[in-house]
């Protein structure tokens, strides 16, 4: 069953995000095989087999549990502590809990709601494309920032970061939407970093280096209102 669920996974359909570089590197392959005496195709099917395998989009199943925030991506936590969102989103100059998820090549690059809510606010900034592990690459940069209101009134913040060679960040939500945790809202092609900023009442699960699944992963427990006096550490 275990090899059953990792074959699933690979071979998972591709998000639509991947078609034109799978289709792309299917008419390098025929071009290759068919006219140009083959030397182009092996280059043009690694390229597809890799491509299919970058833009899988496996089905996921959020916890039935409420309160919680999910994680957004797949990958692995390289940062945890406080820092203040991104300006864009006017959320005010507070500091909050942020998780940083790295996603290297082979990870399953879909964005996935962290929480259920309305999209309030959405922010692109253009910027550099400095290693997405760095904490500086955070501010520094190309990034595509949401705000999500929740039903009871909080705000949770997820940033979508390029990487060194991500080169295209894609967002499928808008604001105004209502949204479920768990649901795709996006993809960043080829290597990069997803940030989720908790609320206030938060108590953070995610450690460092542990490993994330988008979308079904806890990163945090939500408190009540009642318990939301002071800001998680």
């Given at each position: 069953?275990?090899l059953?669920?990792?074959?699933?996974?690979v071979?998972?359909?591709?998000?639509?995000?991947?078609?034109?570089?799978?289709?792309?590197?299917?008419?390098?392959?025929?071009?290759?095989?068919?006219?140009l005496?083959?030397?182009?195709?092996?280059?043009?099917?690694?390229?597809t087999?890799?491509?299919?395998?970058?833009?899988?989009?496996?089905?996921?199943?959020?916890?039935?549990?409420?309160?919680?925030?999910?994680a957004?991506?797949?990958g692995?936590?390289?940062?945890?502590?406080m820092?203040?969102?991104?300006?864009?989103?006017?959320?005010?100059?507070?500091a909050?809990?942020?998780?940083c998820?790295?996603?290297?090549?082979?990870?399953?690059?879909?964005?996935?709601?962290?929480?259920d809510?309305?999209?309030?606010?959405i922010?692109?900034?253009?910027?550099?494309?400095?290693?997405?592990?760095l904490?500086k690459?955070?501010?520094?940069?190309?990034?595509?920032?949401?705000?999500?209101?929740?039903?009871?009134?909080?705000?949770?913040?997820?940033?979508?970061?390029?990487?060194?060679?991500a080169?295209?960040?894609?967002?499928?939500?808008?604001?105004g939407?209502?949204v479920?945790?768990?649901?795709?809202?996006g993809?960043?092609?080829?290597?990069?970093?997803?940030?989720?900023?908790?609320?206030?009442?938060?108590?953070?699960?995610?450690?460092?280096?542990?490993?994330?699944?988008?979308?079904?992963?806890?990163v945090?427990?939500?408190?009540?209102?009642?318990?939301?006096a002071?800001?998680s550490?």
């Amino acid at each position: 069953m275990a090899l059953i669920s990792s074959l699933r996974l690979v071979l998972s359909k591709p998000h639509p995000a991947g078609r034109p570089f799978i289709y792309g590197g299917l008419a390098v392959a025929v071009v290759g095989g068919l006219l140009l005496g083959g030397w182009l195709f092996w280059p043009g099917a690694i390229f597809t087999l890799f491509c299919l395998y970058f833009f899988r989009d496996p089905e996921r199943v959020p916890p039935s549990r409420g309160q919680v925030v999910l994680a957004p991506a797949d990958g692995r936590v390289v940062l945890a502590g406080m820092a203040v969102p991104p300006e864009e989103l006017g959320l005010g100059p507070a500091a909050r809990y942020r998780i940083c998820i790295f996603l290297s090549v082979l990870d399953v690059h879909v964005n996935r709601l962290p929480v259920d809510g309305v999209v309030t606010r959405i922010a692109y900034r253009a910027g550099a494309f400095l290693n997405a592990s760095l904490d500086k690459a955070s501010v520094d940069n190309e990034r595509n920032a949401l705000a999500i209101r929740m039903p009871d009134g909080r705000d949770v913040a997820v940033v979508q970061i390029a990487g060194l060679i991500a080169r295209r960040i894609l967002c499928h939500v808008r604001e105004g939407d209502q949204v479920q945790a768990g649901d795709r809202f996006g993809i960043i092609r080829f290597g990069s970093r997803t940030d989720v900023y908790l609320p206030e009442g938060s108590r953070p699960l995610a450690q460092i280096g542990q490993l994330m699944i988008g979308g079904e992963t806890v990163v945090a427990e939500l408190l009540p209102m009642s318990n939301t006096a002071a800001p998680s550490a």
